[in-house]
T-cell receptor
Framework: NAGVTQTPKFQVLKTGQSMTLQCAQD?????MYWYRQDPGMGLRLIYY???????DKGEVPNGYNVSRLNKREFSLRLESAAPSQTSVYFC???????????FGQGTRLTVV | GESVGLHLPTLSVQEGDNSIINCAYS??????FIWYKQESGKGPQFIID?????DKRQGQRVTVLLNKTVKHLSLQIAATQPGDSAVYFC??????????FGAGTQVVVTP
């Protein structure tokens, strides 16, 4: 049972480049999340998806887009990367009615 | 512009002592109040949760207390061990929606 899998684990982008962070969960959870974590800080919610085909903005959605094409996968896209988007990105999933969210190992993104 | 990272508050605890980690929350409508542990280089891991209709819940070596009057949540760790060294986050949210995380507390266990 892999849980939540994120790819890639590390990425360096130049300012203005685009990329998509992939996330997949094998626990049949309805809810999925994307967070960013900056050094010495907590997790800030970027986007959230309550179920397949639905997405909602979190605290810091600007500069990001998401896609929830099926129940397993929730991707995060940076259309034009900026240095301020240098961060560690975490994907998580949670079953409706459960408190426990399961997190991936994170993607360390550096924008130069 | 670039955001500036803030230093996490740090709780230094001697091995074997009890730890108390505090969290203030703002969303009165939350159903769940949750504690997560994050070890260096890893994603957060669930520790324990408490529902809004409770004020205390105990797990293995951990106790969570909820005071809705002052919007305060605490995590007590009994007999703190070196493996408890990590960053601890509180999170709140409804049973089906967004989970919001607090800023975190760094716990350092000293021998």
């Amino acid at each position: 049972n892999a849980g939540v899998t994120q790819t890639p684990k590390f990425q360096v982008l130049k300012t203005g480049q685009s990329m998509t962070l992939q996330c997949a969960q094998d626990m049949n959870h309805n809810s999925m999340y994307w967070y960013r974590q900056d050094p010495g800080m907590g997790l800030r919610l970027i986007y959230y998806s309550a179920s397949e085909g639905t997405t909602d903005k979190g605290e810091v959605p600007n500069g990001y887009n998401v896609s929830r094409l099926n129940k397993r996968e929730f991707s995060l896209r940076l259309e034009s990367a900026a240095p301020s988007q240098t961060s560690v990105y975490f994907c998580a999933s949670r079953e409706t009615g459960s408190a426990e969210a399961f997190f991936g190992q994170g993607t360390r993104l550096t924008v130069v | 512009g670039e955001s500036v990272g803030l230093h996490l508050p740090t709780l230094s605890v001697q091995e074997g002592d009890n730890s108390i980690i505090n969290c203030a929350y703002s969303n009165s409508a939350s159903d769940y109040f949750i504690w997560y542990k994050q070890e260096s280089g890893k994603g957060p891991q669930f520790i324990i949760d408490i529902r809004s209709n409770m004020d205390k819940r105990q797990g293995q070596r951990v106790t969570v207390l909820l005071n809705k009057t002052v919007k305060h949540l605490s995590l007590q760790i009994a007999a703190t061990q070196p493996g408890d060294s990590a960053v601890y986050f509180c999170a709140t949210g409804p049973s089906w929606g967004k989970l919001q995380f607090g800023a975190g507390t760094q716990v350092v266990v000293t021998p």
